[in-house]
C-alpha cells in the first residue's frame, strides 16, 4: 500500500520515515518529495508497504504524532488526479487553426 506522509519537518530523511514506519512491518520504500529546481524538502512523502494489515496499523497509529518536531499527517495514498493534457478534457492537445500553421 503506498502511504501518504505530511507535514513533515524539513530536516525528515528518508531514513526517519523508514524507522518509523518498520516498527509496524515491512517497508519497501520511504521517500521525501523535493522541489525540483532547489532541491529542498517539500514537507511531504511517501511510504510504500507490501503488506494491507501492517500499512492500515502504521496509518493508524502514526497519523498524528510527532517526527522531528512535527505532527504528520500520514494516510493512505490517493491517485493523482489527471490534470488534463487530453482533447476535450480542459487541457492542451488536439489541432487549433490558430497561429502561423495551417492558416494560408
Do not use: H, W
Amino acid at each position: 500500500m503506498n502511504i501518504y506522509v505530511g507535514n513533515l519537518s524539513f530536516d525528515v530523511k528518508e531514513e526517519n520515515l523508514q524507522t518509523a514506519f518498520e516498527a509496524f512491518g515491512k517497508v519497501d520504500s520511504a521517500t521525501i518529495v523535493r522541489d525540483k529546481y532547489s532541491g529542498q524538502p517539500r514537507g511531504f512523502g511517501f511510504v510504500e508497504m507490501p503488506d494491507q494489515n501492517e500499512a492500515r496499523t502504521a496509518i493508524a497509529n502514526l497519523n498524528g504524532k510527532e517526527l522531528l518536531g512535527r505532527q504528520m499527517n500520514v494516510n493512505e495514498a490517493r491517485p493523482r488526479p489527471n490534470r488534463g493534457g487530453s482533447p476535450g478534457q480542459g487541457g492542451r492537445g488536439g489541432r487549433s487553426n490558430q497561429g502561423g500553421r495551417g492558416r494560408y
